[in-house]
C-alpha cells in the first residue's frame, strides 16, 4: 500500500458518516462494499480510487473545503445514545440535524446532560479512549443521606465489573447530591459504584466533557461549539492516542 493507504473505518469517519468503531461494526455486519466486494475489518483503500457503499448507499470522501461540525446536546431522559434507526427513541433521530453526525460515546437512557457530536472522526476515538483518562463531571442524586466513609470509598475507588475504579474528585452538595468527577467511562460506572456502596442513584446529569461545559442549555436542546471551545478541545487532544483497535461489542 502507498502512504496514502487509509483503514477503511477511518475512510467513514472522515467522510463523516459514523465514527471509526461503528465503522468496524458495520463492517462486521456486512453492510459495506468496496468496489462490490464484502469490505473486511482492517482493510485499507485508497481514497478516491475505489467505491465505498453502505447499506448500498455511496459515500463520499470529504472535501477540504467542508466545514466540521461540533455540538453539544443537553440529552433528556429516554433518549438512547444509538444511531440504530430500528430505535424510535435513538439520538439521531431526535436530534434531527440537517447534517450526518455520529455521538460521541454514551450516556445511559436513564440519565440526562451533556452528550457531544460531530462529524469529524478525528476527535472521536481521543476523547473516548480510556487510556487518555479524560474529565467528564456528573451532578448525582442518590436515594438516602452518605456518610464519609461514603465519600472516601467514591474517591479511592470502587469494586465493580472485576476491577477496581479510578480515583475520582468527589464533591458534596447537599446530604444527598454531589458531583463527581470521572477518568473513565466504565459501563453505568456511577450506578454501579454506588449501588456497590449500598445507594441508588435516582437523578444522574453530566455536566462536563474536558472543557465544554453545559451550562444553562435547556434539556432538549443543542448549540454549536464555539471556535474556541474546538481549539481548546483539540489543544487538550493534541497528545492523545487515538486507535482503540477493532470494536468488540
Do not use: W
Not at 482493510?43 to 461540525?69: C, F, H, M, S
Request: glycine letters at 8%.
Amino acid at each position: 500500500m502507498t502512504e496514502q493507504a487509509m483503514r477503511l473505518n477511518r475512510f467513514l469517519s472522515d467522510a463523516g458518516y459514523c465514527s471509526r468503531r461503528e465503522g468496524d461494526r458495520l463492517i462486521e455486519a456486512g453492510r459495506v462494499l468496496v468496489d462490490g466486494q464484502l469490505a473486511t475489518l482492517g482493510q485499507k483503500i485508497l481514497p478516491g480510487e475505489v467505491e465505498v457503499r453502505v447499506d448500498g448507499k455511496l459515500v463520499a470522501a470529504r472535501t477540504a473545503e467542508e466545514a466540521y461540525v461540533y455540538l453539544a446536546l443537553n440529552k433528556p431522559q429516554g433518549i438512547t445514545c444509538t444511531s440504530d434507526p430500528r430505535r424510535r427513541d435513538n439520538i439521531i433521530d431526535y436530534l434531527n440535524y440537517p447534517k450526518r453526525v455520529f455521538h460521541i460515546g454514551r450516556l445511559d437512557r436513564d440519565s440526562e446532560g451533556l452528550i457531544l457530536l460531530t462529524d469529524d472522526g478525528s476527535i472521536v476515538n481521543k476523547i473516548l479512549r480510556a487510556q487518555n483518562r479524560h474529565e467528564k463531571e456528573y451532578l448525582v442524586e442518590v436515594d438516602k443521606d452518605y456518610d464519609q466513609d461514603f465519600i472516601q470509598q467514591m474517591q479511592q475507588g470502587v469494586e465493580i465489573l472485576g476491577q477496581t475504579t479510578l480515583p475520582t474528585k468527589l464533591k458534596p452538595i447537599s446530604s444527598r447530591r454531589f458531583r463527581l468527577v470521572l477518568r473513565q467511562g466504565l459501563n453505568r460506572q456511577i450506578r454501579r459504584m454506588c449501588e456497590a456502596l449500598g445507594y441508588q442513584v435516582i437523578y444522574l446529569q453530566r455536566r462536563r466533557i474536558m472543557n465544554i461545559d453545559l451550562g444553562s442549555l435547556p434539556l432538549g436542546h443543542c448549540r454549536e461549539l464555539t471556535p474556541k471551545e474546538v481549539r481548546d478541545l483539540k489543544h487538550l487532544l493534541k497528545d492523545s492516542q487515538s486507535d482503540p483497535g477493532p470494536a468488540k461489542c
